[in-house]
């Protein structure tokens, strides 16, 4: 398979009922973006539950601990995670509480960074459990839709197409470098990268989950 097939797979789900559900998923998350910054904060703590696990699940147990989120210690909170099921409790409490103290940063920098990119390195330098990849997500599931959001099932596509060679280890640098050719791809396409990300994941696994 090659890039021009992937263009045309992408292009030919344009035309299906698929398009109707990425369209109103982006006006949700466009939506998120605008609320305040709780509802902003608990999409972060979904982005910190999915890295290296599986994202139903941890949408799952998002919208089961909710306002959890602002609240709960430490401890409770992994205790409901463990609850819950989730392979890392402990860890990932750990960060949601480290990040709930950076609520006002990270409401500041949303305020008044204007550039996606530089949110989100500040996102990786200053939360932890938080990557290229997670802060990517992140900031599209709340209307910034400029940034890839390269986890698996995108580099499986894009290697499935000869469009890469997929990496042993995703680097700052190889990440960045795939990002430049699914920008140049999401161009090709005429759609915003975000968007892109949602059609790849369809093509690869069927679903479209957040």
Request: proline residues 1%; aromatic residues 8%.
């Amino acid at each position: 398979m090659t890039l021009e097939q992937l263009i045309n797979q992408v292009k030919q789900l344009t035309k299906t009922h698929v398009k109707d559900i990425i369209d109103e998923k982006i006006r949700s998350f466009i939506e998120t973006g605008s609320k305040d910054i709780n509802k902003i904060f608990k999409e972060l703590c979904f982005c910190i539950l999915a890295a290296g696990y599986n994202a139903e699940k941890s949408l799952h147990i998002q919208e089961k601990i909710d306002d959890g989120f602002l609240k709960l210690s430490e401890k409770e909170l992994a205790e409901e995670l463990r609850k819950l099921g989730h392979r890392y409790p402990e860890a990932r409490a750990r960060y949601i509480v480290k990040a709930r103290g950076k609520i006002n940063q990270l409401k500041n920098i949303l305020e008044i960074l204007r550039d996606c990119k530089q949110i989100r390195e500040w996102l990786v330098e200053n939360i932890d459990g938080i990557g290229y990849k997670e802060a990517s997500h992140f900031l599209r599931n709340i209307g910034c839709l400029d940034l890839a959001i390269i986890d698996y099932h995108i580099l499986d596509i894009l290697e499935k197409h000869r469009i890469i060679e997929k990496p042993r280890t995703l680097t700052k640098k190889r990440y960045l470098e795939i990002e430049k050719i699914l920008k140049q791809l999401s161009q090709e396409l005429n759609m915003k990268l975000g968007e892109l990300d949602l059609y790849l994941w369809y093509l690869e696994t069927g679903r479209i989950i957040k």
